[in-house]
């Protein structure tokens, strides 16, 4: 544990969206940058003093490795990253929605593919969320745990899903998510005003305002600076690519529900062998077997 004012501590930050979306414009314009943006930093520690009170862990393997397996961190870290990302599907599978209803194309057949697609990907993570609640694991002191087995699902797929949701925004909305003024101070210009009130008009009885509102929303969403780096956090919110996957064999393997698995295999592959059916429940056919089946 190390004070962030200690001596040798440093945070170099990336540029601030938040920042960005204060000067450049405002809440109507960056709706989600104005007020989400989580700061990345590098941390480093040029020759920080920890006093001996403040360590936690020294030199004990044994500790560091069963923290991971023991300390009910994965199964809860999974069960909260997965129940984050249903809620931020549900958010923009409505958002898209109102965006192709401005656009006035929702009733296209294609289009309404790929919304529900959308909101399958939505279903899926609830799913895995609901399977990881209902179906628990039992823990120390009579306390239980999410499901891990579940959590590891989500941990595969959610690096699948949102760049998919955003492939399918960007083919969807198209053009739609730039066709926009710069600023709301636009509206102010009766100059300009008159013509976006004209040229910028939704569909379905949608206002210029309220378009341009939800177009601005969804922009920021998935196509901001903000936007870019929500993609790239969730393909590598939950590990790396391969390490989500290799860890998910190896949870199967330890668990012992890969051997499951096999034994299903197993005991579909000993009902039969090359001279046919071993159990009795089915019959073989060598009455009317046309290529000499189970004849000597």
Same mark, same amino acid.
């Given at each position: 544990i190390?004070p962030m004012?200690a001596p040798?501590?440093?945070?170099?930050?990336?540029?601030s969206?938040?920042?960005?979306a204060?000067?450049?414009?405002s809440?109507?314009?960056y709706?989600?940058?104005?007020?989400?943006?989580?700061n990345?930093a590098?941390f480093v520690?040029?020759?920080?003093f920890?006093?001996?009170?403040?360590?936690l862990?020294h $030199?004990?393997?044994e500790?560091?490795?069963?923290?991971?397996p023991?300390?009910?961190?994965?199964?809860?870290? =999974?069960?909260?990253g997965c129940?984050r990302?249903a809620?931020k599907?549900d958010?923009?599978?409505?958002l898209?929605?109102?965006?192709?209803?401005s =656009?006035?194309?929702?009733?296209?057949?294609?289009?309404q593919m790929?919304?529900?697609?959308?909101i399958?990907w $939505?279903n899926l993570?609830?799913?895995?969320?609901?399977?990881?609640a209902y179906n628990?694991?039992s823990?120390v002191g009579g306390?239980?745990?999410?499901?891990?087995?579940?959590g =590891?699902?989500?941990?595969v797929?959610a690096?699948?899903?949102?760049?998919?949701?955003?492939?399918i925004?960007?083919q969807?909305?198209a053009?739609?998510?730039?066709?926009l003024p710069?600023?709301?101070?636009d509206?102010?210009?009766?100059?300009i005003d008159?013509y976006?009130?004209?040229?910028? $008009?939704g569909?379905?009885?949608?206002e210029?305002?309220? $378009?341009?509102k939800i177009m601005k929303?969804l922009?920021?969403a998935?196509?901001?600076?903000?936007?870019?780096?929500?993609?790239?956090y969730?393909?590598?919110y939950a590990?790396?690519?391969?390490m989500?996957?290799f860890?998910?064999?190896?949870n199967?393997r330890?668990?012992g529900?890969l051997?499951?698995m096999?034994?299903?295999?197993?005991?579909?592959?000993?009902?039969?062998d090359?001279?046919?059916?071993?159990d009795?429940d089915?019959?073989?056919s060598e009455?009317i077997?046309a290529?000499?089946?189970?004849?000597?």
């Amino acid at each position: 544990i190390a004070p962030m004012d200690a001596p040798g501590v440093k945070l170099f930050c990336r540029a601030s969206y938040e920042m960005q979306a204060a000067v450049m414009g405002s809440p109507y314009d960056y709706p989600l940058s104005s007020r989400f943006d989580e700061n990345d930093a590098i941390f480093v520690f040029d020759d920080v003093f920890i006093p001996w009170e403040d360590v936690l862990v020294h $030199r004990d393997i044994e500790m560091l490795m069963k923290f991971y397996p023991s300390s009910g961190f994965f199964n809860n870290f =999974t069960f909260q990253g997965c129940t984050r990302l249903a809620v931020k599907l549900d958010f923009i599978a409505g958002l898209l929605y109102k965006a192709l209803r401005s =656009t006035g194309t929702d009733e296209f057949r294609g289009v309404q593919m790929q919304i529900g697609e959308v909101i399958a990907w $939505r279903n899926l993570f609830w799913a895995i969320s609901d399977g990881m609640a209902y179906n628990c694991q039992s823990w120390v002191g009579g306390a239980v745990l999410p499901n891990g087995q579940s959590g =590891t699902a989500y941990r595969v797929f959610a690096t699948e899903a949102y760049p998919r949701v955003k492939e399918i925004i960007m083919q969807s909305v198209a053009s739609g998510l730039i066709y926009l003024p710069s600023s709301a101070n636009d509206f102010k210009n009766p100059e300009i005003d008159k013509y976006l009130r004209q040229y910028v $008009r939704g569909s379905n009885g949608i206002e210029y305002k309220e $378009r341009i509102k939800i177009m601005k929303l969804l922009w920021d969403a998935v196509g901001s600076e903000f936007g870019g780096r929500h993609e790239l956090y969730e393909r590598n919110y939950a590990g790396s690519n391969e390490m989500v996957r290799f860890q998910t064999f190896f949870n199967a393997r330890g668990s012992g529900a890969l051997d499951e698995m096999v034994s299903l295999a197993e005991q579909c592959m000993a009902e039969y062998d090359e001279n046919g059916w071993l159990d009795e429940d089915y019959f073989n056919s060598e009455d009317i077997n046309a290529v000499g089946f189970g004849k000597e």
